[in-house]
């Protein structure tokens, strides 16, 4: 399994956690959209010097090719997808235990 097979795959995951399993619906608030919009330059940011400064290389036959800031395109799904399923997860266990203290 290639890089963007992985990254693919993650998103698909983090958006049925979710959405189905965890059934947090972060994904249909705008305030999960504008927290991913305030996330991703810092992202972009730290990909960029982390692929600048050859900390971080990639084979380019792991990958669809296509780069921003430096990195594959590829890592802002990962970082969709870490973001999407920290918040999901966030929000599941803060209900969780809300419920339990009742």
């Given at each position: 399994m290639i890089y963007s097979d992985i990254a693919l795959n993650a998103v698909?995951?983090?958006?049925?956690l979710d959405l189905f399993i965890l059934k947090s619906q972060m994904m249909t608030r705008g305030i999960f959209w504008l927290t991913y919009l305030l996330i991703?330059?810092?992202?972009?940011?730290?990909?960029?010097?982390?692929?600048?400064?050859?900390?971080?290389?990639?084979?380019?036959?792991?990958i669809i090719g296509?780069?921003?800031?430096?990195?594959?395109?590829?890592d802002l799904l990962f970082g969709f997808s870490m973001i999407l399923l920290t918040l999901?997860?966030?929000?599941f266990?803060?209900?969780?235990?809300?419920?339990?203290?009742?």
């Open positions: 698909f995951l983090a958006v049925v991703l330059p810092f992202q972009l940011l730290t990909n960029w010097w982390l692929t600048s400064n050859d900390i971080v290389m990639y084979s380019d036959t792991e296509q780069r921003l800031a430096g990195a594959p395109i590829e999901s997860a966030w929000d266990f803060k209900k969780r235990s809300s419920s339990n203290e009742n």
